[in-house]
């Protein structure tokens, strides 16, 4: 039975992080844009648009 008063506030201590690490996720916006990662998957690395370092045709 006394390990119960052990338990419980490491319990609490656990919902007191996980509570946090939530609120600082939605702070820093972290769930901003749920769909872009999903879609990403869907497009080949080749349609994106060249850039300065990976175009080959300019001197």
């Known amino acids: ?3 119960i008063y052990v338990l ?3 319990a609490i201590l656990f919902v007191l992080i996980g509570l946090a690490v939530f ?3 939605v702070r820093s ?3 901003e844009d ?3 990662e999903g879609f990403s ?3 080949d ?3 994106k648009a060249p850039t300065e370092n990976n175009d080959k045709s300019q001197p």
Request: hydrophobic content about 60%; proline content about 5%.
């Open 1 to 3: 039975m006394s390990v």
């Open 8 to 10: 419980i506030p490491i």
């Open 23 to 25: 609120f600082w996720a």
């Open 29 to 31: 916006r972290q769930f």
């Open 34 to 36: 749920l769909d872009k």
């Open 41 to 43: 998957i869907l497009f």
């Open 45 to 47: 690395e080749a349609e």
